[in-house]
T-cell receptor, first 114, second 111 residues
């Protein structure tokens, strides 16, 4: 059973640029969520995708967008980067059910905005 | 608004010195309370899910308990390899399975 894999692991961008982060879900999972984790803080929910549609969104502006593909992999896109976007971006996959859903996290993509 | 508060922010223990981490939460309908472990530069690693008050779960030196307002993660006779940040999160019944995380407790266990 493969876990959640994310790429790239580290990247540096300048303010105003755009970035795309990628995620492959754990085998058997159909839901992907993205979280932002600032240094010393807990992860914050950005949005979730299920059946290739956005299924819930946290308090993030529209310049944060995403995609889910038929194989359940996903992308997070951030436009017009700001300094405060520097963080660890975590992808998590899960199998949607009516009960509590355990999320499996990837190792994250560390984004630095200069 | 769903909220999670963890204390203490940081904890330093000697090897073998047992202690507890606290997670206070408010949520409009609890689907589950989760504990994760996070090592530096890595993603959170799942430890436990608790569903209802009174429930307890154990794994090696860790034991998690749940009340209607709090959860505790008890660490018995910790070892240096238990050093990590421990994150608590709640999942509410609000229609999709997002997690609301606390800021975590950074645990350092010294030999």
């Amino acid at each position: 059973e493969t876990g959640v894999t994310q790429s790239p692991t580290h990247l540096i961008k300048t303010r105003g640029q755009q970035v795309t982060l990628r995620c492959s879900s754990q085998s058997g999972h159909n839901t992907v969520s993205w979280y932002q984790q600032a240094l010393g803080q807990g992860p914050q929910f950005i949005f979730q995708y299920y059946r290739e549609e956005e299924n819930g969104r946290g308090n993030f502006p529209p310049r944060f967008s995403g995609l889910q593909f038929p194989n359940y992999s996903s992308e997070l896109n951030v436009n017009a980067l700001e300094l405060d976007d520097s963080a660890l971006y975590l992808c998590a996959s899960s199998q949607r059910s009516s009960g509590a859903n355990v999320l499996t996290f990837g190792a994250g993509s560390r984004l630095t905005v200069l | 608004e769903d909220q999670v508060t963890q204390s203490p922010e940081a904890l330093r223990l000697q090897e073998g010195e047992s202690s507890s981490l606290n997670c206070s939460y408010t949520v409009s309908g609890l689907r589950g309370l989760f504990w994760y472990r996070q090592d530096p530069g890595k993603g959170p690693e799942f430890l436990f899910t608790l569903y209802s008050a009174g429930e307890e779960k154990e794994k090696e030196r860790l034991k998690a308990t749940l009340t209607k307002k709090e959860s505790f993660l008890h660490i018995t006779a910790p070892k240096p390899e238990d050093s990590a940040t421990y994150l608590c999160a709640v999942q509410g019944t609000g229609g999709y399975n997002k997690l609301i995380f606390g800021a975590g407790t950074r645990l350092a266990v010294h030999p």
